[in-house]
T-cell receptor, first 118, second 114 residues
Framework: KAGVTQTPRYLIKTRGQQVTLSCSPISGHRSVSWYQQTPGQGLQFLFEYFSETQRNKGNFPGRFSGRQFSNSRSEMNVSTLELGDSALYLC?????????????????FGPGTRLTVL | LAKTTQPISMDSYEGQEVNITCSHNNIATNDYITWYQQFPSQGPRFIIQGYKTKVTNEVASLFIPADRKSSTLSLPRVSLSDTAVYYCLVGGPLASGGSYIPTFGRGTSLIVHP
């Protein structure tokens, strides 16, 4: 079974631009979550989509948005890029919607997209 | 919002047992505790998950005391390939809005020496 794939793997943008990142989950997985990873802040949850609906959202500004398609593929968009948006953006998929009270709620992570904002 | 604390780094030698402890004082009643492993330039990989007492799988054990305010990941007989960053994950709903935010600790960088 193919793992989580993310495209592109590397991206360089300039301040003020916008960017769209793509994630294809494992076949059969309906939940897709996005994380930002930086040396300073670590791994931070952006949002989760399940059955094309945003279920959970972290504490990020509205410049960060996402969507999920009927085939569970997801895209994340960042508008008006800032230098501080430089990070590794990770996508994770799971069979069911994330819930702190569900056991075996294993997330499968992709390799990430390395975004550099100049 | 559940907050976790882990040691920043640990060193060990091949063949030794390594124990990494994560503190999560305000864990919610229904929260599970999950540990992930991350190698450079890769996404995190699930290791083990538990709710209370002890859980064991083919690669690790997870010990959770009765008060559940901490958890310890135990890696038996580590090898050089276990050199990685280990994350403890606990999540819970916000006080308002009800969003579930998976909250990773800052991670523990484990270096295994020959």
């Amino acid at each position: 079974k193919a793992g989580v794939t993310q495209t592109p793997r590397y991206l360089i943008k300039t301040r003020g631009q916008q960017v769209t990142l793509s994630c294809s989950p494992i076949s059969g997985h309906r939940s897709v979550s996005w994380y930002q990873q930086t040396p300073g802040q670590g791994l931070q949850f952006l949002f989760e989509y399940f059955s094309e609906t945003q279920r959970n959202k972290g504490n990020f500004p509205g410049r960060f948005s996402g969507r999920q398609f009927s085939n569970s593929r997801s895209e994340m968009n960042v508008s008006t890029l800032e230098l501080g948006d430089s990070a590794l953006y990770l996508c994770a998929s799971s069979l069911s919607a994330l819930s702190p009270s569900k056991g075996k709620n294993e997330q499968f992570f992709g390799p990430g997209t390395r975004l550099t904002v100049l | 919002l559940a907050k976790t604390t882990q040691p920043i780094s640990m060193d060990s030698y091949e063949g030794q047992e390594v124990n990494i402890t994560c503190s999560h004082n305000n864990i919610a009643t229904n929260d599970y505790i999950t540990w992930y492993q991350q190698f450079p330039s890769q996404g995190p990989r699930f290791i083990i998950q538990g709710y209370k007492t002890k859980v064991t799988n083919e690669v690790a054990s997870l010990f959770i005391p009765a008060d559940r305010k901490s958890s310890t990941l135990s890696l038996p007989r580590v090898s050089l390939s276990d050199t990685a960053v280990y994350y403890c994950l606990v999540g819970g709903p916000l006080a308002s809005g009800g969003s579930y935010i998976p909250t990773f600790g800052r991670g523990t960088s484990l270096i295994v020496h020959p």
